[in-house]
């Protein structure tokens, strides 16, 4: 028997959609050493309270309820994880728990070269580097940092430490990145990763979005079919927000379609914040304090109860509801603005792991 598997599995919970609770993204800090326009473009932000933060043994315990419920994927995030000191020992923790069959990890690659081997043999299974372009004057631009070649370094101790999963996450911004779509897909060959396009999404409030910056899905298809003589999609079971392709030579790609094919009606992820505070959308802008009641000393059945009243509770589709908007012409308006993005960090997609 696989030693991250149980005799019994847990019971899996539902929301007024019928979609399970099955994945966390869970975030280990708010801050980022890149400033990437998409996402962070201040060069100063509101951070939580450093004694908010959750301790390792918290997130721990947290996440050991949150598998209780049926949660058996896990995936790392920030700001970016690797800033978090000693992270391999609390992905160590992780993999101690026997209902998790998947630790993941996305970071933006700039510490990796430092980590890979020891988040390797700590029990990581999956890394996703995010790489929007292979061009360092581009990186300059959108990160506000000259550390293009530190994200190539991570790449390589990536794939020397083994994984046996290495994807790529590409924001796709028309003019600016647009016309990288293959030159991507053919260094994702050389390294044995594969590259996940995302539609340019209108999350958070401190971003210049708009939507004649989004190229769509069947823009990238055209576009990569054409290239290469044909894309044909890969049939599946799966609750992946990608949805994924196949080219003539057998390589493999994957969109994301947020912005103009929500997925929001198969959607099982839901984000916990470096601070304890549970979001059920990453458009929500209200989430559920978990802090509270584990320092309080509740017990594992009074935390779990709040946690299915919540999701059986959820009706969550926040990329529906935008992508709704443009039939009234408010889609251009931003989520969320800027001054109360100051007034609660929580709103930031920094804090709760994009």
């Excluded at 280990?28 to 301790?55: F, G, Q, S």
């Excluded at 890394?127 to 292979?134: A, E, K, P, R």
Aim: charged share 30%; net charge negative; proline share 4%.
């Amino acid at each position: 028997m696989d030693h991250r598997t149980l005799d019994t599995p847990a019971p899996t919970i539902f929301d007024r959609l019928g979609r399970p609770l099955r994945s966390l993204r869970l975030s280990v800090t708010d801050r980022c050493n890149l400033r990437c326009k998409y996402c962070m473009p201040e060069d100063d932000y509101a951070w939580l309270p450093r004694d908010t933060i959750l301790t390792f043994e918290e997130m721990a315990e947290l996440t050991a309820i949150f598998t209780e419920l049926g949660v058996d994927k896990v995936r790392l995030t920030g700001g970016e994880p690797l800033l978090r000191r000693d992270l391999p020992r609390f992905v160590r923790q992780l993999s101690e728990n026997r209902r998790i069959t998947e630790i993941a990890l996305t970071s933006n690659g700039v510490l990796m070269a430092d980590q890979a081997a020891d988040l390797s043999f700590a029990g990581l299974n999956r890394v996703t580097i995010s790489l929007d372009t292979l061009r360092a004057d581009r990186f300059r631009t959108l990160t506000k940092r000259d550390l293009h070649h530190q994200v190539f370094d991570g790449i390589k101790a990536v794939v020397q430490a083994g994984f046996p999963s290495l994807k790529f996450d590409t924001v796709i911004i028309k003019g600016y990145n647009d016309d990288e779509l293959i030159d991507l897909i053919e260094y994702g060959k050389t390294v044995g990763g594969e590259v996940r396009f995302i539609e340019y999404m209108d999350v958070g409030g401190a971003t210049d979005w708009s939507m004649n910056q989004v190229l769509s899905r069947a823009e990238m298809l055209e576009h990569i079919g054409r290239h290469y003589g044909g894309v044909q999609p890969i049939v599946e079971n799966s609750v992946a927000p990608a949805e994924r392709f196949r080219l003539p030579d057998g390589t493999s790609f994957g969109i994301i379609p947020s912005t103009t094919t929500p997925f929001c009606r198969s959607c099982d992820r839901s984000r916990l914040t470096a601070d304890g505070m549970w979001y059920l959308c990453l458009y929500a802008k209200d989430g559920l304090d978990l802090r509270a009641p584990l320092r309080q000393g509740r017990s594992r059945d009074e935390i779990k109860s709040l946690i299915t009243a919540a999701w059986e509770g959820r009706a969550d589709r926040g990329a529906e509801e935008r992508k709704a908007l443009e039939a009234l012409g408010l889609r251009e308006q931003r989520l969320i603005e800027i001054n109360r993005l100051r007034e609660d960090p929580h709103l930031e997609m920094h804090a709760r792991g994009g």
